[in-house]
């Protein structure tokens, strides 16, 4: 079985900046990728950003140039660092682990943007 903790969630004024941690732990066999995705209040679940072990990245449109996903593999562990946030980035941010045999999701963290 694996874990997934999301920490780092918020309320920040436009224009500010949050730092998402992600750390899985447990059973994981082979971690092929890790990704961010959100979903805001009466919308779908959509990718943010995603890094695969080899250190490849994908960004959704709405965020190039203003988030950065990274990674330690050695820690399992994922960050993602969010600088100009617009009120449109308000979601809840959730952490995916994909490995091998398994497809691992957190509980998810609220980030606010609102003055």
């Known amino acids: 079985q694996v874990q997934v903790v999301e920490s780092g969630g918020g309320l920040v004024q436009p224009g500010g900046s949050l730092r998402l941690s992600c750390a899985a732990s447990?059973?994981?066999?082979?971690?092929?990728?890790m990704g961010w995705y959100r979903q805001a209040p009466g919308k779908e679940r959509e990718l943010v950003a995603a890094?695969?072990?080899?250190?490849?990245?994908n960004y959704a449109d709405s965020v190039k140039g203003r988030f950065t996903i990274s990674r330690v593999n050695a820690e399992n562990t994922m960050y993602l660092q969010m600088n100009s946030l617009k009120p449109e980035d308000t979601a809840v941010y959730y952490c995916?682990?994909?490995?091998?045999?398994?497809?691992?999701w957190g509980q998810g963290t609220q980030v606010t943007v609102s003055s």
């Open positions: 995916n682990v994909r490995a091998f045999y398994t497809n691992s």
């Open positions: 447990g059973s994981i066999f082979k971690l092929k990728a």
């Open positions: 890094i695969t072990s080899d250190g490849d990245t």
